[in-house]
């Protein structure tokens, strides 16, 4: 059985909403190719869940128009849309079985039970939750609850899957479980998978492309590595990771002036710019040499295992550094002065929007 | 769960508990032990025995009051439910201010005397009523229609009286339902006609049954309502008693339909309870 509708791109054309004055989404332009897994990341009130309500069809958009595989669908109701959709806290429903859950989608769509029974079957197997088919979604743990509602929503098929926030609830560990298994399920039913979250790591890790949002405008979207790589505003770098900030002034030698150094960078703009650099904490080695070498003193400095995470004071405020712990170059101790280096290509120039991550 | 949470909380608070020990036995002393003294009578009048209770079987005005009640509670139970369900479901669906005058206008019945409202449709049922001279005013019917004096006019009144009682438990179990559930529904693809049959009307069916208990329990004792618009021609339980016992003085038979009432109702409390939370039927959280 195929979804209602083509299973072609989904575009977004300048998409908007507002609630009286509040302008919850502002014009969001998005090209979602078939079979792509988008995460739409961004904080709490951003407008993730406002945007993909409008795709899923609950929110009517103010302006603006939504086009699956070229035909305009933005006046279709939501069961016109048939795309199948993982709620912010599951919406499992409470009365029935889980198997009766997974059903429900096909039992409305009028399919007779043999076919029905083996189809809700297969997907009970897909998220591994065969045995658990006549428990009430009350007799299960969070993360089975969140596979239910998996199964639940791809059990008809749909062209696209729409998910928000669908590993908010559960613990780490889990989370992390829950992340494999549906970057693996994506693979294997080759839909497209749109997902909502606020969790940086989860974005990276798990899609094609992420649209980073603030204040209901996408910011910046890309491939995971690209947006890391090369944030173009000072909120991106932030809240993709963590990053340091330096303000600086481009030289008639290309150096950029920053404070009382001159450092080097790979692409500077025309001299007398303001430029705004976003240097990550592990682009930055201690005790060793590069194309910009500065002296700090250790502020405070935490083993995590794997690394240590260090503030270091300097002249132009505290700078944070991550270095590997094993055969690190130097001990940073409390109160040393230590040198720290990074490569010319190492820090990007951000546009500063005044949001700080 | 929540038994659990009851003996919890009476292990923790069992001295508060004590403290409604000298309410419990005034209650006792000047309530239940009357009650039951009442209904003894019933076994030694006229004379000690069963005698009263096999009436049952072989008396037939016992056997009509019996039937007439059923069937009026039945069908005032089945409208009130229809009528009170349409209404919880609207005051559910209402915006925020809207459902104010909903409530409103739900509860204010409550507040008129159940007299005033009897005699007020009298004078909308009887033969020279509103209903009857509007329908005549507009020649739809040529002789007046019998609406009061009668099981009609009983059901009319009794509904009107019970809705409110139907409509607050239902609307309690609706307002509990996620809306989530219904749009996730919609977005799983079922028209609304489905989300209703398939979501809706379930999640709502205990409300449903704790109203429909409700409703049914109260209509069997109802005494003023079918007295007025029953003229004294139709007869349920309630004024049945008060005639057999204020004015033919035959205590033993009236008591033993008491009896019979109050053992019915502790019957049906006792099989929907295993099917209903009754805390919630009677308001507890
Ligand atoms: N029905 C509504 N009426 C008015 N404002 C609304 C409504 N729904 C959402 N908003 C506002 O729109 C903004 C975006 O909300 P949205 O639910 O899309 O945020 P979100 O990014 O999903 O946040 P979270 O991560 O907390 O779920 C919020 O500021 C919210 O208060
Ligand atoms: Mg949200």
Same mark, same amino acid.
């Given at each position: 059985m195929s979804a209602t509708l083509g299973t072609g791109s989904l575009e977004l054309r300048g998409l908007a909403k507002r609630y009286g004055e509040f302008v919850a989404v502002q014009g969001a332009d998005l090209m979602i190719a078939a079979g792509s897994f988008l995460t739409l990341l961004g904080p709490s009130g951003s407008g993730k869940t406002t945007i993909l309500m409008m795709i899923a069809g609950f929110t009517e958009p103010t302006a603006g128009r939504l086009l699956l595989g070229g035909g305009d669908i933005t006046a279709l109701p939501p069961e016109k849309r048939a795309f199948g959709m993982v709620f912010q806290g599951y919406a499992l429903f409470p009365h029935m079985t889980v198997a009766e859950n997974v059903a429900f989608p096909l039992r409305v769509r009028g399919i007779g039970r043999a076919a029905r029974d083996t189809r809700v079957r297969a997907t009970l197997d897909l998220v591994q939750l065969s045995g658990f088919a006549d428990r009430r979604p009350a007799q299960l743990s969070g993360g089975q609850q969140q596979r239910v509602a998996l199964a639940r929503a791809l059990v008809f098929? %749909?062209?696209?899957?729409?998910?928000?926030?669908?590993?908010?609830?559960?613990?780490?560990?889990?989370?992390?479980? !829950?992340?494999?298994?549906?970057?693996? !399920?994506?693979?294997?039913?080759?839909?497209?998978?749109?997902?909502? #979250?606020?969790?940086?790591?989860?974005?990276?890790?798990?899609?094609?492309?992420?649209?980073? !949002?603030?204040? @209901?405008?996408? *910011?910046?979207?890309? +491939? %995971?590595?690209?947006? =890391?790589?090369?944030?173009?505003?000072?909120? *991106? +770098?932030?809240?993709?990771?963590?990053?340091?900030? $330096?303000? @600086?002034? *481009? /030289?008639?030698?290309?150096?950029?002036?920053?404070?009382?150094?001159?450092?080097?960078?790979?692409?500077?703009?025309?001299?007398?710019?303001?430029?705004? $650099?976003? !240097?990550?904490?592990?682009?930055?080695?201690?005790g060793q040499a590069g194309d910009n070498a500065i002296e700090g003193r250790v502020l405070s400095s935490a083993y995590l295992g794997a690394g240590h995470a260090v503030v270091l004071d300097t002249p132009i405020g505290p700078i944070r550094v991550h270095q590997p712990a094993w055969r690190a170059a130097v001990d940073p101790a409390i109160g040393t002065t230590i040198s720290m280096a990074w490569a010319a290509d190492a820090a990007t120039i951000v546009e500063d929007d005044d949001a700080p991550g | 769960?929540?038994?659990?949470?009851?003996?919890?909380?009476?292990?923790?608070?069992? @001295?508060?508990?004590?403290?409604?020990?000298?309410?419990?036995?005034?209650?006792?002393?000047?309530?239940?032990?009357? &009650?039951? /003294?009442?209904?003894?009578?019933?076994? #030694?009048?006229p004379e000690p025995g069963l005698g009263n209770y096999q009436r049952i079987a072989t008396n037939l005005s016992v056997q009509r009051v019996i039937w007439t009640t059923l069937r009026i509670c039945?069908? #005032? #139970?089945?409208?009130?439910?229809?009528? @009170? =369900?349409?209404?919880?479901? +609207?005051?559910?669906?209402?915006?925020?201010?809207?459902?104010?005058?909903?409530? $409103?206008?739900?509860?204010? %019945?409550?507040? &008129?005397?159940?007299l005033v409202r009897a005699f007020a449709w009298v004078t909308l049922l009887r033969r020279q009523g509103l209903i009857n001279q509007t329908l005549q005013g507009a020649g739809i019917i040529a002789e007046p229609l019998q609406l009061v004096w009668n099981e009609f006019g009983i059901i009319v009144g009794m509904v009107h009286y019970m809705v409110p009682y139907a409509v607050l438990p239902m609307l309690a179990a609706m307002r509990e339902i996620e809306p989530r559930l219904l749009a996730a529904a919609r977005g799983l693809g079922a028209s609304r006609g489905q989300v209703f049959r398939q979501v809706f009307f379930p999640l709502s069916a205990p409300g449903l049954v704790a109203a429909g208990v409700l409703v049914f329990i109260f209509s069997l004792g109802f005494y003023i309502t079918p007295a007025i618009l029953g003229g004294g021609r139709t007869l349920m339980v309630a004024e049945w008693i008060s005639l057999q016992i204020l004015d033919l003085i035959r205590w033993g038979l009236g008591t033993m339909m008491a009896t019979l009432l109050v053992v019915t109702i502790l019957v049906t409390l006792a099989v929907f309870s295993r099917v209903v939370n009754m805390r919630r039927l009677f308001g507890g959280a």
């Open positions: 098929d %749909p062209a696209l899957l729409l998910l928000d926030e669908p590993l908010s609830a559960l613990d780490k560990k889990l989370r992390a479980e !829950l992340q494999e298994e549906l970057r693996a !399920l994506h693979r294997r039913v080759g839909r497209t998978f749109i997902n909502v #979250t606020h969790d940086q790591e989860e974005a990276l890790s798990l899609s094609d492309e992420v649209a980073v !949002l603030n204040h @209901g405008r996408i *910011v910046q979207k890309g +491939a %995971p590595a690209m947006l =890391y790589e090369h944030p173009r505003t000072r909120f *991106v +770098a932030g809240f993709l990771g963590k990053s340091n900030f $330096l303000h @600086g002034v *481009v /030289q008639g030698d290309g150096t950029v002036q920053c404070g009382p150094w001159r450092l080097h960078h790979a692409a500077p703009p025309a001299p007398g710019t303001a430029v705004l $650099l976003s !240097l990550r904490p592990e682009k930055i080695a201690l | 769960m929540r038994r659990g949470d009851m003996a919890a909380r009476l292990r923790r608070d069992g @001295g508060w508990w004590a403290l409604l020990l000298p309410a419990f036995l005034l209650l006792s002393v000047f309530y239940i032990t009357p &009650i039951l /003294q009442v209904l003894a009578i019933s076994f #030694t009048e039945t069908i #005032t #139970t089945a409208l009130a439910l229809m009528l @009170g =369900y349409g209404l919880a479901y +609207a005051i559910t669906l209402a915006s925020e201010q809207a459902r104010r005058w909903w409530l $409103l206008c739900v509860l204010v %019945p409550l507040w &008129i005397s159940v």
